[in-house]
């Protein structure tokens, strides 16, 4: 008996919903943590970048415009699907962060419940953060957080998983699309993610997941015009001042962060949602 | 084109397979269902007026089984659970009503004689929707407002209507559920057929045993029940009759209450209204649910000068709402609930003829089997006659009429009623003026009838106390860090 011979994947990028491979040709061989070779990932380019920011905006109006119920039904039905991949992803975890294997199960198990927390967040944040504004005249004022648009994100370059469910799940929940560039090193599992979007009923373009360098991806994704926010986590420390300058040209908001990468498995609170919000008042005179 | 008829609608009849009916039906205890120990009730199919099922109901010492069983799981498994965990069971729930919605509806509309396409877009899909808003909220109940680390209450005895079975289920379970809080149901006893099949689906989610029981029975169950002193919480909807005698039955005890009751909403139009909108809001506010809605648009309330306008086009457009089997998918109004409840639509419509209103009802074919009545209009009415003042709960519409706003404001909340109320003009700013003054818990404007989970529900005066959905409905469930 000879021994079958497995199928290897092809990790490309993910763009507009389809898995092209970068316009440059590039690729940058990826090896777990011990060092042995995992694949060859799609190593991205700056006009792979601005074909994902086109393809954020143009998805922007109908995710935005969907209702929330229907947002949150859609994030649930990421973790569903990503609850079917689930040995997969504590394999590839592993791999690329070289956890026992309860760590890792700990950590995937985390990341799909993290869908959840957002999932119900969809329909909830206009409640919670919403107001009428109780104005001093004959005025019905009141106060609706919308998304901001299109986001930018540069996710952790340590977890690989987790972490990035971390940083691009709330950008979904507030009704953004995102562009994200996956951690460097460990791009393997944002790539499998993204092959679960793409199954899990959130229009192409919604999500767009970039594998390559963040520090070269960066100062693009940054200065480009028609990203409206910036998640820098994945930049280095020395990057992300440099990269907050370019991004006030067009005041695109830059989300506050932490020195170092955070421990992602702590329970998240708002700020992430709150940090892709715009709060849009309306007033409406009343009368007979 | 009056009287014409363009073209004839083939029969689309749902098969009646689709419900899976069983002959014989269980109350839910602990996890299991067993016969209990009270006289077995025959639940109708009211469309033929013949047995549907046989459903075994409770005794008081199977009601203090079900308490216990929900106390247990209460304290040991549903409460100290992280919600984040609990939210999950919640969203279960959701997807498995999802996923059986169309025997959901179609066995909804079996046992209570509600259209097939008011069941099967309306009924399930809200009910689905109840349990998905509030499973979010179960892991995040810090951020609603009602203080840092709100604590569930303990044991939600629960009693529901007939008019919306499955629906009034998933308002009083989901936000039970989601807070932590464990369950005691009461499904009404002509339509206890989709709660019990919901406790099945309790059994696919893997709900540990004790947090939801459904109790069927008569009013005495629901008696029993809400004065349990193992309840920590009653949730009633229902007549405000029932209702007024459960506050002075719960009076100076512990138990936290909320009640859901009657109304009698003014739906107002304006003489700017888009009148053909209005009357589909109207036809809407009135026949969805043979009027069968606590929030119906019952009370029409037309300036004066459209007057004549509105009454032509509404007779118009209700001649054409087809009325018959329940399960037929053109069926615009089906079958009246119960014997009992026709009746007393007769009884009503009878007294609005003899206080001298001008009665004016569909000449439509009406079914010789089953519980009917077909959709009339009353114009000439007066505030102090009956049909002007008494809940009739039946697809009857009472036409009145105002000159000024001012009247109007008068004549809609000269009511002991405040649940809902309807305002047409195409005028935003007195659409605002409006609703500031209406003393009603809903108001909607050019609509009808919108219910979603994201949008708190409830009344005001005698139309009871508490709210259902949103934040507001958390809080019914809920004790915050400075209640005592």
Known sequence: MTERVGVAKTYKLYIGGKFPRSESGRSCPVTSHDGAFLANAAQASRKDLRD????????????????AYNRGQVLYRVAEVMEGRRQQFVAEVRDAEGLAVDSA?????????????????TDKLAAVLGATNPVAGPYFSFTVPEPTGVVGVLAPQRSSLLGLVSVLAPVLATGCTAVVVSSAARPLPAITLAEVLATSDVPGGVVNVLTGQAAELGPWLASHADVNALDLTGADAEQRVELARAAAETVTRVLRLPEREPDWTTPPGIARLRAYLEDKTVWHPMGV | ??????????????????????????????????????EPLKTLNPATGEVLAEVSTVSSSDVDNAVSAAREAFERVWSPMPGTERAKYVFRLARLIQERARELAVLESLDNGKPIKESRDTDIPTAAAHFFYHAGWADKLGYAGLGRDPKPLGVAGQVIPWNFPLLMLAWKIAPALATGNTVVLKPAETTPLTALVFAEICQQAELPPGVVN?????????????SHPG?????????????KQIQRQLAGSRTRLTLELGGKAANIVFDDAAIDQAIEGIVNGIFFNQGHVCCAGSRLLVQESVVDEVLTNLRARVETLRIGDPL??????????????????????????????SRWTSPCPVPERGFFFAPTVFSDVESSMRIAREEIF?????VQTF??????????NTTPYGLSAGVWTEKGSRILWLTSRLRAGVVWANTFNRFDPAAPFGGYKESGFGREGGRSGLAAYLQGDDDD
Request: proline letters at 4%; hydrophobic letters at 40%; charged letters at 20%.
């Open chain 2, 328 to 357: 037929d998918k053109n069926t615009d109004i089906g079958a009246i609930n119960s014997a009992e409840q026709l009746a007393k639509i007769r009884e009503l419509v009878a007294s609005g003829e003899g206080e001298g209103a």
């Open chain 2, 1 to 38: 084109m009056k009287g014409e008829t363009v073209f004839d609608y083939a029969p689309a009849p749902e098969n009646p397979d689709i419900a899976r009916v069983k002959q014989h039906y269980q109350p839910f205890i602990d996890g299991e269902f067993t016969d209990g120990g009270g």
């Open chain 2, 231 to 243: 309840v920590d919480k009653v949730a009633f909807t229902g007549s405000t009759e029932v209702g």
């Open chain 1, 105 to 121: 199960e700990s950590v995937v198990d985390t990341a799909i419940d993290r869908w959840v927390w957002y999932a119900g967040w």
């Open chain 1, 52 to 67: 994902a920011v086109v393809a954020a905006r143009g998805a922007f109006g109908g995710w935005s415009g969907a209702t």
């Open chain 2, 214 to 226: 459904i109790v069927p029975g008569g009013g005495d169950v629901g008696q029993t029940l809400v």
């Open chain 2, 403 to 412: 000159r000024t706003l001012d009247e109007a404001v008068t004549m809609a």
């Open chain 2, 394 to 398: 039946g697809p009857v519409l009472s």
